[in-house]
């Protein structure tokens, strides 16, 4: 049987080093290590697991516990359980572990990249509003005061600058507030328990719509490749994914794809009818069966759809940093202007 990939979260007790615990332990079963040497011995290495955690995993390990009950301690997620319990039944578990901490390392790469392009935009964002509240509570009220202890008036340009300055901070919250309650609604959306309608929810979400297709395409498109690659038959990839509680998503697809086939349509043609699912798949699919590779296929395009997820993150940001560079550079002007016309105005009426 080929390899089973597996998607997998962060382990609470071994932090980022779940990725290394499995590659290591892959490679002391491959070396001739029995299950129970390997988990022992990469058990007591790790010092990022706390010492109750290390002798109650001991006591699991020398119970005879098989290596998903180990990994459930671990704090490995659902979909690692289930996956490597299947490869325990039909074998290969050495191969599945090497490409789930290769997988899990190339996942947490794209994380740090994905962060790393949000945060030069956020940072700016942070440091326009700072600006705007510090100038409104120090420089501007200092030169009213020095206005009123002149007695001269401010001219007209001075007047609309300082306005503006005085709500610019306003306009900002606002902003800031309002992209907070989209946030809000978003997760609301997220955690509603009728799955058909959260999906239609956030399909009717411009931005959104974009960002959930791609995601739930990868998911999909990954999990259903790598079952197809080992062997498994449609009709019990579809149960698989319809009975599994690790993403609601996948099961709302699998049904409605199951519904189709029930009407005699082929896989492709399923895909195609379904909203969640980018269109584009369906070819992908069709070419698949045309040349009776699906399976790859589809690990294909997985690849292809996180390439698209983060291509859009950062044409957004790269669309976002000329504005606020813009809003920046006009707040310097302003301040700068509101520092300097009134001196002038001082000089002039002084001679």
Request: a neutral charge.
């Amino acid at each position: 049987m080929k390899n089973i990939n597996i998607t997998i979260g962060p382990s609470s007790k071994l932090g980022k080093y779940d990725a290394h615990f499995l590659i290591k332990l892959a490679g002391l079963l491959r070396n001739g290590f029995t299950m129970q040497q390997a988990l022992t011995f990469l058990t007591e290495q790790y010092e990022v697991i706390k010492e109750p955690d290390r002798r109650k995993l001991l006591e699991l390990i020398d119970s005879g516990a098989s290596l998903s009950a180990v990994l459930k301690y671990l704090g490995f997620s659902k979909s690692i359980i289930m996956q490597v319990s299947f490869a325990e039944i039909h074998g290969e578990i050495i191969s599945n572990l090497e490409q789930s901490g290769e997988y899990l390392n190339t996942r947490r790469q794209t994380t740090q990249q994905l962060a790393k392009t949000l945060q030069y935009p956020l940072v700016l964002v942070a440091v326009f509003i700072i600006m705007l509240v510090l100038l409104n509570y120090t420089v501007i009220p200092q030169f009213n005061e020095l206005y009123s202890a002149m007695q001269a008036d401010k001219t007209i340009l001075v007047s609309m600058l300082t306005l503006i300055l005085n709500y610019l901070p306003y306009a900002a919250f606002s902003i800031l507030g309002t992209a907070v309650l989209i946030l809000f609604v978003i997760l609301l959306i997220l955690n509603l328990k009728n799955t058909k309608l959260a999906a239609k929810l956030l399909l009717g979400i411009p931005v959104v719509k974009t960002y959930f297709k791609y995601y739930v395409t990868y998911r999909f498109s990954r999990e259903f490749g790598y079952f197809l690659n080992n062997g498994l038959e449609v009709k019990e990839i579809i149960l698989l994914f319809k009975t599994q509680t690790i993403n609601r998503y996948l099961s709302l697809a699998a049904e409605t794809i199951e519904e189709q086939l029930l009407f005699g349509t082929s896989l492709g043609e399923a895909i195609e009818e379904l909203d969640m699912l980018d269109k584009r798949l369906a070819v992908f699919v069709n070419h698949g069966e045309y040349n009776s590779n699906v399976g790859q296929e589809l690990i294909i395009y997985s690849e292809y759809s996180l390439e698209n997820i983060i291509i859009k993150v950062e044409s957004l940001t790269k669309k976002i940093q000329p504005v606020i560079f813009l809003i920046l550079g006009l707040l310097i002007v302003c301040l700068y202007l509101v520092i300097v016309l009134p001196i002038f105005n001082m000089l002039s009426s002084i001679k």
